[in-house]
Nanobody, 119 residues
Framework: QVQLVESGGGLVQPGGSLRLSCAAS????????MGWYRQAPGKQRELIAT???????NYADSMEGRFTISRDNAKNTLYLQMNSLQPEDTAVYYC?????????????WGQGTQVTVSS
């Protein structure tokens, strides 16, 4: 099992920045990739970015440039730096971990952290 706890959300003015954190615990040794997703009210959950255990990153086309995903393996923590935030970035932001074992693949989600962009 993997437990994920997000933090760092809150209220920010348009044009501002936030850094989200996702602390992982449990069977983290077999995590192959982690990622950030978000879900706005009335919309489907969408991908922001992923990062592999080797550090390879991948961004959704609309997210690259303002969002940066990173990880600190020593702290077992995933980060999402968000810049130039706009009201349309308002959503619940979720962290996901993918754990791969022989013949099996597991996905784990955090509880989410609310980001509200408003003046």
């Amino acid at each position: 099992q993997v437990q994920l706890v997000e933090s760092g959300g809150g209220l920010v003015q348009p044009g501002g920045s936030l850094r989200l954190s996702c602390a992982a615990s449990g069977s983290i040794f077999s995590i192959s990739a982690m990622g950030w997703y978000r879900q706005a009210p009335g919309k489907q959950r969408e991908l922001i970015a992923t990062i592999t255990s080797g550090g390879t990153t991948n961004y959704a086309d609309s997210m690259e440039g303002r969002f940066t995903i990173s990880r600190d393996n020593a702290k077992n923590t995933l980060y999402l730096q968000m810049n130039s935030l706009q009201p349309e970035d308002t959503a619940v932001y979720y962290c996901k971990a993918v754990r791969v074992r022989p013949g099996a693949r597991f996905e784990y989600w955090g509880q989410g952290t609310q980001v509200t962009v408003s003046s």
